[in-house]
């Protein structure tokens, strides 16, 4: 079996990121794991990985990375077989094993928290479009989900499969520790996003849209 890499971009919840690297670590599979240091606490950052005995490299960006640009970032720096996931995820014992096992270019676990994405998915549907929610998190994955329908209505042989593995969402944990005006900016950067979709997908006639956006 070729190496696993796991990528994943942390900002607030390094206690989250700390018990998804122990769940991986438990793994039938062991994983090299690339985290993108959003939130710059090195403090934070070295008690979560205290411990981890899995290989781990950091990528500290000048400034935080939207979701789009962290997924894009990983997919060029990370070969096959790659997952990227969401730091508030715990795997099960054979979750990572089970999901490079399972055929096709996308492979769900949790949806886009947690995703196996191979190089043929870029070949064929494109990277994550960064400007639908440049900076930020939210409505990329229904773009890409909208670029794929697309696509294999144009005849593609894309394949999208929903991995056999267990993993468990902890849910928007990173907004439980959020201050009041950040979680006020959530929710205008949402809007924002949505609007940046329909904007770009505007000329689809309903039927063709995305079930999200209607």
Not at 34 to 60: C, F, H, S, T, W
Not at 115 to 125: N, P, Q, V
Not at 166 to 183: L, R
Request: hydrophobic share 40%.
């Amino acid at each position: 079996m070729k190496r696993v890499h796991l990528g994943v971009p942390v900002l607030r919840r390094y206690d989250l990121l700390r018990e998804m690297l122990l769940s991986a670590q438990r793994g039938t599979v062991k994983p090299f794991v690339q985290v993108i240091d959003n939130g710059k606490q090195p403090e934070k950052l070295r008690q979560a990985l205290d411990g981890i005995d899995l290989p781990v490299a950091i990528y500290q960006p000048d400034r935080p990375t939207g979701v789009a640009e962290a997924w894009n970032w990983f997919v060029d720096h990370l070969p096959e077989e790659r997952i990227i996931t969401n730091d508030d995820i715990t795997f099960t014992e054979d979750a990572i094993e089970k999901m490079v096992d399972c055929l096709g270019d996308l492979v769900f676990a949790c949806g886009y928290s947690c995703f196996l994405i191979r190089d043929s998915a870029f070949e064929k549907i494109g990277r994550f479009d960064e400007n639908i929610s440049p900076g930020y998190a939210y409505w990329e994955d229904i773009d890409y989900d909208q670029r794929i329908r697309l696509a294999l209505r144009g005849g593609s042989d894309f394949v999208q499969s929903n991995g056999p593995c267990v993993v468990h969402h902890g849910g928007s944990k990173t907004n439980e520790v959020a201050a009041p005006e950040d979680i006020q900016a959530h929710h205008a950067k949402f809007i924002r996003a949505r609007y940046n979709f329909m904007q770009k997908w505007a000329h689809l006639p309903a039927e063709l849209l995305h079930p999200a956006a209607k």
